[in-house]
């Protein structure tokens, strides 16, 4: 679907939203992380009730991206403190040199980004992004974070094109299955400082499908304010 200039409207997230933002969900994580349980997780925790987790908190919100062509919803993403969205996260942060002027507090996550495939390519991510930045400045945020899979290979070339610097990189392998379990499980095995430590092995692997690689990498990227 081809875009005109004006066809796009970014607003914050409206209650009658609830229902396209968890398609977009559900398409993204059933094509690149299926059968694991997370997409399950994600609307059983802060998409449950974007209004709470997302617009109520300080710090907090979530947008989407609106066709006026045809009044859907094309794109979505939310921002959350980091101490907030990724607690585990926030807290190995605190010794990240890239962050140690700033007050952990001052960082904040990005989450849930996501634009349906027919309008992707189309900057509709790139608008969704810069209303997030300046809403990250107007709260005094000083660094953005966030985690993506390295499967994800457009999200990975978006992130870099917008300005993201990469940070480290967590491999996790596919356990073996269980008793005829058919969900998919993950052992934490190794945390790559940076994307450049990767073994030649797991440059090969970083970006395969799951079901293909038995691996999963989940990659930082992280930018200053
Ligand atoms: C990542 C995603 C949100 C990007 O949205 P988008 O609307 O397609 O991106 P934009 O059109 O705004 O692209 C902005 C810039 O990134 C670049 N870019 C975006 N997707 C790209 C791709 N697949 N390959 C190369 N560059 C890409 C564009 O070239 C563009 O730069 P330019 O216009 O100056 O050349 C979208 O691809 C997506 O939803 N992917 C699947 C879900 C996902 O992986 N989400 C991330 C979860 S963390």
Known sequence: MSLNNGDILIHSFQPNDIPQCL???????????PEDGYVEKV????????????L???GGHWWVARTMV??????????QPLSVGNQKCYQAELANPHYLHIHP?????????????AYQKQRVGFKLLHTLI?????????????????????????YARCGFTKGKVE????????????KVKYLKSTVFEHSSSLTEDDVRLYSLPISESKRLYVQ?????L
Not at 23 to 33: D, F, L, Q
Not at 43 to 54: G, L, R, V
Not at 105 to 117: S, T, W
Request: aromatic share 10%.
């Open 23 to 33: 398609n977009i969900t559900r398409g993204v994580y059933a094509k690149y992380c």
């Open 43 to 54: 609307f059983a925790t802060d998409m449950a009730d974007i209004e709470k987790n997302y």
């Open 56 to 58: 109520n908190i300080k």
């Open 70 to 79: 045809d009044n859907t919803v094309v794109g979505q993403v939310g921002i």
């Open 105 to 117: 507090d001052q960082i904040c996550e990005l989450r849930r980004m996501a634009v349906i495939p």
């Open 134 to 158: 300046e809403f990250a400045q107007s709260n005094d945020y000083k660094a953005i974070h966030l985690t993506t899979l390295g499967t994800m290979t457009s999200a990975c070339k978006f």
């Open 171 to 182: 491999q996790y392998v596919v356990a073996e299955s269980k008793n005829g379990d058919t």
């Open 220 to 224: 930082h990227y992280w930018m200053l």
